[in-house]
């Protein structure tokens, strides 16, 4: 082993006893790369599909949510968020460097309507769904959240059909979280989990513009 293989399997095992450690069934280990760890999971247990979508405010947060409970309980966490830019400081973003040990992948080059380049941003989601499949054919995770993602659906930058077979032929244990507005019907019909955030209320209604800490 090279010393920057050791330098690094060492930095990665520094990681890991942050995440979870003794608080979890079976923490990671030091170059662990598989994502199905039976002893860490209740016989009962079983991978889900996710979907969180609606008009309301706050898809993202409950599945962010999720994403702490997963990552909790000594789960491998990735995060692929479709349309915020590498530029973009999420809160979430950050909070998850701080724990250590989720992969967060920010692939959009901002929101659709403020774009200068549809054609780039279509292409950056078309890379995205790319690399989520290599994810999902290594069972990189076992917790695997991809924000904002009906939207490239929606635009018809990624097909919906191959979305779907993909994410419901998955192998081995992988939770699966997709977030977004105007879910695709196939997407509902396939998902073992819907929810549908209702809106009641916006500040945006009364002029109240987006804020940290509230929307990122």
């Known amino acids: 082993m090279t010393d920057s293989e050791t330098s690094a399997g ?57 994403l702490m409970r997963s990552w909790a309980r000594g789960y491998r966490c990735g995060v692929f968020q479709f349309v915020k830019s590498g530029k973009w400081k999420v809160g979430e973003a950050k909070a998850a460097a701080a724990l250590g040990g989720i992969d967060w992948e920010k692939m959009g080059d901002g929101w659709s309507w403020l774009s200068a380049d549809l054609n780039e941003s279509a292409q950056l989601a078309r890379e995205g769904w790319q690399e989520v499949k290599r994810a999902i054919a290594q069972q990189r995770y076992e917790f695997l959240l991809l924000d904002e993602m009906t939207y490239p659906m929606k635009w018809g930058w990624i097909e919906v059909s191959e979305v779907v077979s993909t994410l419901t032929a998955r192998p081995g244990f992988q939770h699966v979280l997709v977030t977004g507005r105007d879910a695709p019907s196939e997407l509902v019909a396939a998902a073992d989990l819907v929810s549908r955030v209702v809106s009641v209320k916006h500040p945006m209604e009364v002029g109240i513009r987006a804020q940290q800490g509230i929307e990122w």
């Open 10 to 66: 060492a930095a990665r095992a520094a990681t890991l006893r942050r995440h979870g450690g003794e608080h979890v069934d079976v923490p990671h280990r030091p170059f662990d790369i598989g994502s199905s760890e039976r002893k860490r999971r209740k016989p009962r247990d079983r991978p889900l599909l996710i979907v969180i979508t609606g008009e309301g405010k706050g898809k993202s947060t409950s599945a962010f949510g999720m």
